[in-house]
C-alpha cells in the first residue's frame, strides 16, 4: 500500500499523460496500393476526377426502372427481410463490443458495502464476544496502457464493428438485386405464359380446321394428328410456365419476408419486360474509383484492420501491465459510526504483474495473431480481385446481352414475316401443312427468345449496378 501525498500527484499526472502518448505496440496499418481499371468495358468514358463519393450515386437504383411495384417491394424487403434483420442484429452486437473495448481504456468505479456479524475464536483474538462490523466505500481501478494493448483492442473492436456494417451493407445490396432480378424472371415469365395462351388458342383453332379438312377427305390422318400433338406441346409449356411463376412467386414471398400466400393473393404486377427494359440506363461516364464502393472490399479491408491490431495486443503479452487502484470509504462496529470522521479509511495499490515463463504460450499467440492476419490480407487480396472479375464480366455481359436483343428482334421479325407468308401460300394451295407449322413453331421460339434475351439485359443491368456497388442517376 502507497501513501497518496502531494509529491505523489505530478507522477501519477505525468505516468497519465505518459500512458495516452505512449506509441501502441505493433504494427500500424497501411493500406496497400489498389490497381484500378482505366475505363470499364460499357463506359464510353472515365472521368478519373470525381471522388469517391460522387454526387451522381444512388443506394436506391432500382428506381431507375420507374416500377411502382418494385420500388414497393424493395423498401418491404429492406425493412422485412429475415436475413438482412439478422446481419442488422450482429452490426448492434458489434456496436456493444466496440464500447465495450473502448471502457476499457477508462478509468472503472464500483461502490461496495458490506455488514458482518460473527463471532471470533478466543485461542486467537483472546476473546469471543460476538461482534458487528460494516464497511461503505468506492473503489477507482485503472490499467495503464503502457504498451498499447488496449488501443489495440479498441482499435479491433471498431475495426471488426465497422466490417459488420459493411457486411451488412453487402448483403443489403445484395437482397436488393435478387428481388429485382427475382421481380424481373417473374415478368418474363408472365409475359411467356401470355404468348403461349395465346399460341394455345390458335393451335385449338387449327386442330379444329384441320379436323373438318380431314372430315371432308381433304387431309389425312397424319396432319390431324400432328395438329394434336401441337395443341398437347402447347398446353404443356403453359402448365410448365405457370408453375414456374408460382415457385417464382414463393421465392419473392420470402425474399420480402412475405407469407407466400399472401403474396400469391395480392398478385402485384407491374411493367412489362419491355417497358422496364426501356428504362434504367448505364451513364455514359463512370468514375475510376467507383468499384472502391463496394460494401464487401470495405468489409474485407476492416477484417485485415482488425487483425493487424489484434498482432499488437498478442505482442503485448510479453510485456508487463500496470495497473492502479484508489479506494475511500468507512468502517464502524455500528451503522451511525460510518459517517463520523475517526471512520474514514482509504488506499491507494499500485500493481504491476510481468510475465516470467508460460511454456512459449505468448510467442503461440503472436503466432496465431500474424497467420490471421495473413490470412485476412489473402481474404481482401482474392475480394479486390473477384470485384474486379464481376465488374468486367457484368460490363461485359450488358455490352454483349444489348447485341443480341438487337439480333433477336431482328430474328423475331423476319419469322413473323415468314410465317405470314407461308400461311398465305397455305392457304392458295402452294405449301404443305408440315411448312406451316414450321413456320409457326420458329416464331413461337422466336417470341421466346426475345422474352428470355430482354430478361437477361435487365439481369445483366442489375449485375452491373451490384457488381459496382449501387446505381447512378444522372446529374
Known amino acids: 500500500m502507497f501513501k497518496l501525498s502531494n509529491h505523489r500527484v505530478p507522477a501519477l499526472a ?61 423498401t418491404q424487403a429492406l425493412a422485412y427481410n429475415h436475413d438482412l434483420a439478422q446481419a442488422s442484429a450482429r452490426v448492434t452486437e458489434a456496436a456493444a463490443q466496440a464500447r465495450i473495448a473502448r471502457n476499457g481504456l477508462l478509468p472503472q468505479v464500483n461502490a461496495s458495502g458490506t455488514a458482518t456479524r460473527g463471532q471470533n475464536a478466543e485461542t486467537i483474538y483472546g476473546a469471543n464476544d460476538v461482534a458487528n462490523a460494516y464497511q461503505v466505500g468506492a473503489t477507482l ?44 424472371q417473374l ?10 395462351r395465346k399460341t394455345l388458342v390458335s393451335r385449338e383453332q387449327s386442330l379444329k ?58 398478385n402485384p404486377r407491374g411493367l412489362e419486360v419491355a417497358q422496364l427494359l426501356n428504362q434504367a440506363q448505364m451513364p455514359r461516364e463512370l468514375p475510376a474509383n467507383l468499384l472502391l464502393r463496394r460494401a464487401d472490399l470495405a468489409s474485407a479491408e476492416q477484417q485485415l484492420i482488425a487483425a493487424n491490431a489484434n498482432i499488437g495486443v498478442a505482442r503485448a503479452a510479453y510485456f508487463p501491465s500496470v495497473s492502479l487502484s484508489a479506494s475511500a470509504g468507512s468502517q464502524g462496529i455500528t451503522a451511525s ?84 407468308l407461308v400461311d398465305l401460300r397455305y392457304e392458295a394451295g402452294y405449301s404443305g401443312y408440315f411448312e406451316l407449322l414450321d413456320a409457326q413453331r420458329n416464331a413461337y421460339a422466336t417470341q421466346l427468345a426475345l422474352i428470355n434475351i430482354q430478361l437477361a439485359q435487365l439481369d445483366a443491368q442489375v449485375g452491373l449496378f451490384k457488381a459496382l456497388g449501387g446505381g447512378w442517376v444522372a446529374d
Not at 482505366?38 to 470525381?50: I, M, N, R
Open 14 to 74: 505525468l505516468l497519465t499523460a505518459f500512458t495516452l502518448s505512449a506509441c501502441a505496440i505493433g504494427p500500424d496499418y497501411a493500406r496497400a496500393p489498389v490497381d484500378l481499371p482505366e475505363q470499364y468495358p460499357a463506359a464510353q468514358g472515365v472521368d478519373t476526377q470525381l471522388p469517391l463519393e460522387v454526387k451522381n450515386v444512388s443506394a436506391q437504383w432500382w428506381q431507375g426502372f420507374h416500377d411502382d411495384v418494385l420500388n414497393q417491394m424493395e
Open 141 to 184: 481501478s485503472w490499467e495503464l496502457d503502457v504498451w498499447g494493448k488496449l488501443r489495440r483492442t479498441n482499435e479491433s473492436a471498431r475495426a471488426t464493428y465497422l466490417a459488420s456494417r459493411y457486411t451488412r451493407d453487402a448483403l443489403q445490396l445484395s437482397l436488393t438485386a435478387q428481388v429485382a432480378q427475382t421481380y424481373f
Open 187 to 196: 415478368r418474363a415469365l408472365d409475359a411467356s405464359l401470355d404468348m403461349t
Open 209 to 266: 380446321l384441320q379436323q373438318a379438312r380431314f372430315n371432308a377427305g381433304y387431309l389425312s390422318q397424319l396432319e390431324v394428328s400432328q395438329a394434336v400433338a401441337e395443341l398437347a406441346s402447347a398446353k404443356l409449356s403453359a402448365e410448365q410456365l405457370a408453375l414456374s411463376i408460382k415457385t417464382t412467386e414463393t421465392a419473392l414471398a420470402v425474399l420480402l419476408g412475405q407469407a407466400p400466400r399472401t403474396f400469391t393473393d395480392a
Open 337 to 420: 459510526q460510518l459517517f463520523s470522521g475517526p471512520a474514514a479509511a482509504w488506499s491507494f495499490v499500485g500493481n504491476l504483474a510481468a510475465p516470467i515463463f508460460n511454456f512459449g504460450t505468448t510467442g503461440a499467440q503472436v503466432k496465431v495473431a500474424n497467420a490471421r492476419q495473413q490470412q485476412a490480407l489473402a481474404a481482401y487480396q482474392k475480394a479486390i480481385q473477384v470485384a474486379f472479375k464481376e465488374a468486367f464480366d457484368a460490363s461485359n455481359t450488358q455490352i454483349s446481352t444489348q447485341a443480341q436483343l438487337s439480333d433477336a428482334r431482328a430474328q423475331m421479325n423476319a419469322a413473323q414475316k415468314a410465317l405470314k
